[in-house]
T-cell receptor, first 111, second 115 residues
């Protein structure tokens, strides 16, 4: 049972802002929302995490509406090196004791 | 400090052989996770450990797959009688604990090719 839904792919040009929305209608009260980035031939790496409202760090912002049924990862002024797959992960184990990453969003940045 | 280390980085084996994949988590991390990623696909969760215990093994694809963790540190994923469909990248991750907000730190993976 997939807990999250993301767009399969997004294209952007250098310098633009990229926003990726993840839907998680069944989010539980205690669930956090975490985003990971994966480059080819590497393991995913943590980008940002939030519980509600807005979180910002040096690489991204995370917007979470009041109902928490979705979240949006915002990458400001992307560069070619931001070309990667982005995954959202909600909470920890689901009711079947599994960690359910979304299918990921392939972001391609071109000059 | 050192990150999550996986070995070997690449493994080529013949169909029917057994393979062992190793994961060294970040020191002090009590939770450890195994995932499988087929070419161009997302992450398929296999199993997690809290300490040396794996509460739920139902994510393992078949009874040819097993995993253990000793001393609350190193973990081994074993695949017996490998099949071509086992070819994938096997990723290991660790986290400080097993909480809703636990951040997982991933290794670079072991690329398994079954001929």
């Amino acid at each position: 049972l997939a807990k999250t839904t993301q767009p399969i792919s997004m294209d952007s040009y250098e310098g633009q802002e990229v926003n990726i929305t993840c839907s998680h209608n069944n989010i539980a009260t205690n669930d956090y929302i975490t985003w990971y980035q994966q480059f080819p031939s590497q393991g995913p790496r943590f980008i940002i995490q939030g519980y509600k409202t807005k979180v910002t760090n040096e690489v991204a912002s995370l917007f979470i509406p009041a109902d928490r049924k979705s979240s949006t990862l915002s990458l400001p002024r992307v560069s070619l090196s931001d070309t990667a797959v982005y995954y959202c992960l909600v909470g920890g184990t689901d009711s079947w004791g599994k960690f359910q990453f979304g299918a990921g969003t392939q972001v391609v940045v071109t000059p | 400090g050192a990150g999550v280390s996986q070995s070997p980085s690449n493994k080529v084996t013949e169909k029917g052989k057994d393979v062992e994949l190793r994961c060294d988590p970040i020191s002090g991390h009590t939770a450890l996770y195994w995932y499988r990623q087929s070419l161009g696909q997302g992450l398929e969760f296999l199993i997690y450990f809290q300490g040396n215990s794996a509460p739920d093994k139902s994510g393992l694809p078949s009874d040819r797959f097993s995993a253990e963790r000793t001393g609350g540190s190193v973990s081994t994923l074993t695949i017996q009688r490998t099949q071509q469909e086992d070819s994938a990248v096997y990723l290991c991750a660790s986290s400080e604990g097993l909480r809703q907000a636990s951040i997982q730190y991933f290794g670079a993976g072991t690329r398994l090719s079954v001929l």
